[in-house]
């Protein structure tokens, strides 16, 4: 299974793409679409969309994921936030994905082990996960985490359905 990890945002938008195979993670690509500041909102989450339909057309992702808003105390960055967020979800549905929504501090209790880690943590802890990663940047390794914390709970969802289906035969 392919997973796409997406971690939005409005100037940088980071991705990160895993193979899973059973408990083993692969690395496939990580990146950040950009988009640029002095440009008027429509034309920036264009380009995001832009660039992220071109990840997918790549990588061509089985599962998706992206991290939950949270609300900070400027209304209007929170609001930008929500659009560039509601491309980070339309992408993946595009491709006929659902996408599992995960908050910021389940993502670092998955990856980390506690939920208030900071971003060296995270960091750290994608690159044991996934030796010899070159990671594009701080949001590029939180996409990362995302896109395993997602492959933590479908291994886990797995598990479950295969558990109630095997006590009812």
């Known amino acids: 299974m392919r997973v796409i990890g997406i971690d939005p945002g409005l100037r940088n938008m980071g991705w990160g793409i895993i193979d899973v195979s059973g408990s083993r993670l692969a690395h496939v690509a990580n990146g950040i679409c950009k988009s640029d500041g002095k440009a008027d909102l429509s034309n920036r989450l264009l380009d995001l969309?832009?660039?992220?339909?071109a990840?997918?057309?790549?990588?061509?992702?089985?599962?998706?994921?992206?991290?939950?808003t949270f609300?900070?105390?400027d209304a209007v960055a929170t609001l930008k936030l929500g659009q560039a967020r509601g491309i980070a979800l339309l992408v993946p549905a595009?491709?006929?994905?659902?996408?599992g929504e995960y908050l910021p501090n389940a993502v670092k209790k998955a990856v980390v082990g506690v939920g208030h880690a900071d971003k060296k943590q995270i960091d750290h802890m994608v690159r044991l996960q996934l030796p010899g990663v070159k990671i594009n940047g701080v949001d590029a390794a939180d996409a990362l985490a995302i896109a395993i914390c997602h492959s933590h709970?479908?291994?886990s969802a797995g598990h479950l359905s295969r558990a109630i289906a095997k006590a009812a035969g």
Do not use: M
């Not at 595009?94 to 996408?99: H, Y």
């Open 49 to 53: 969309h832009d660039q992220l339909t």
């Open 55 to 68: 990840v997918f057309s790549e990588y061509k992702p089985d599962a998706a994921a992206v991290e939950q």
């Open 71 to 73: 609300v900070n105390k």
């Open 94 to 99: 595009q491709a006929g994905l659902t996408v």
């Open 153 to 155: 709970h479908c291994q």
